[in-house]
């Protein structure tokens, strides 16, 4: 019993953690489509608007994950783990927000462009490391105490 609430509480923090990261990177899109330049709302955007996000992800998973592995014990396994369940969450909240456009009668071609560019597969890729390298590196195992 002990073992599955512990499950629970580590499931509800990757949640957490994977609500926050979608909503960051979902402003992080939606302001640097706002920069100066053509970008469409009903396009994928550009590679410039990609690399923003892939760079303003770098600090964001780390401290988000920070926060994470204070209640969880940081190892390269639960950092991968967390990465599986954020993408996942993630898909889930696509899936919503594509249910939502069907029922408003909207088009979903934007949503099929995203999931058919590399640049969106790049991305997932990139969580998945970022959540990995940061339960590897906060693995006091890996990292030199201070003394």
Wanted: glycine letters at 6%; charged letters at 15%.
């Amino acid at each position: 019993m002990r073992i599955h609430n512990h499950f629970c509480m580590n499931l509800k923090r990757a949640i957490g953690f994977a609500v926050a990261l979608y909503i960051i990177s979902f402003i992080g899109f939606f302001v640097t489509l706002l920069l100066p330049g053509e970008h469409s709302l009903t396009e994928v955007p550009p590679l410039a608007t990609f690399v923003v996000v892939w760079l303003i992800h770098i600090p964001v998973v780390l401290l988000l994950a920070k926060w994470y592995f204070r209640k969880v014990s940081a190892t390269t396994k639960n950092g991968l783990l967390l990465g599986i369940v954020t993408i996942a969450v993630a898909l889930v909240l696509d899936g919503l927000s594509i249910a939502g456009t069907i029922a408003a009668g909207e088009s979903i071609d934007t949503f099929k462009a995203l999931y058919t560019d590399w640049k969106f597969y790049a991305t997932v890729l990139e969580i998945i490391l970022l959540t990995t390298y940061a339960g590897y590196e906060f693995d006091s195992t890996y990292t030199e105490k201070n003394v």
